[in-house]
Nanobody, 121 residues
Framework: VQLQASGGGLVQAGGSLRLSCAASGNNLRINSMGWYRQAPGKQRELVAD???????KYGDFVKGRFTISRDSSKDTVYLQMNVLKPEDTAVYYC????????????????WGQGTLVTVSS
């Protein structure tokens, strides 16, 4: 199972970015998908996640600025980030909980490679 994230970059404070992350692999059923972030010297923290049924959860710091969504037909999750602040600067990682069906059913969590978001003041 592979996750390919894109959409990071440099933006000024108050600006917006949209991150995308697509899952790929054979015989997959993707369950929850989400985004975490890790700033230098800090622990990785939850930004947002979304279940296969569309229920969402956000980190307390989001405060209505970010929106997570998914296109289940494409096994892709999106993170729309608005009103970005310098403290949002971090590497953003997507993840996906999955079942893979083969000779046996394997359940796991896959992580993307991370995409850097830098917010200048």
């Amino acid at each position: 199972v592979q996750l390919q994230a894109s959409g990071g970059g440099l933006v000024q404070a108050g600006g917006s970015l949209r991150l995308s992350c697509a899952a790929s692999g054979n015989n997959l059923r993707i369950n929850s998908m989400g985004w975490y972030r890790q700033a230098p010297g800090k622990q990785r923290e939850l930004v947002a996640d979304i279940t296969s049924g569309g229920s969402t959860k956000y980190g307390d710091f989001v405060k209505g600025r970010f929106t997570i969504s998914r296109d289940s037909s494409k096994d892709t999750v999106y993170l729309q980030m608005n009103v970005l602040k310098p403290e949002d600067t971090a590497v953003y990682y997507c993840n996906a909980d999955y079942h893979q069906f083969g000779a046996e059913i394997v359940a796991g969590r896959a992580w993307g490679q991370g995409t850097l978001v830098t917010v200048s003041s």
